[in-house]
């Protein structure tokens, strides 16, 4: 669709029905890169692409000179998990189950 002047709408519509996931991986302080956050692309509201956290990485210290911690669930279970399910993955129970305080 080069050269074509689409609206900024209907480029962002395309880009939320064409994108399901977001996968940000970002260096730490420590110089190590890990997968900071899964952000599922939820769809349109209007003139915005909704997007709604779905997994966040969550500190937990230093040790030896490294940052430690893990990637856990928001408790957000994505809309595309019946898609997930149909093309053969099987996710454990639980997955996006919040971790208890």
Do not use: C
Request: charged share 25%; hydrophobic share 45%.
């Amino acid at each position: 669709m080069a050269g074509m002047e689409l609206p900024v709408k209907a480029i962002r519509n395309q880009i939320a029905s064409a994108v399901n996931a977001v996968v940000q991986v970002a260096r730490l302080h420590d110089g190590s890169r890990k997968v900071v956050k899964i952000t599922e692309v939820q769809g349109m509201e209007a003139d915005v692409i909704v997007l709604s956290d779905i997994f966040e990485f969550k500190r937990a210290g230093i040790q030896d000179g490294r940052v430690i911690g893990r990637l856990t669930p928001t408790g957000i279970r994505p809309k595309f998990t019946p898609r997930l399910k149909a093309a053969g993955y099987q996710l454990r129970p639980g997955i996006f189950a919040p971790d208890p305080l």
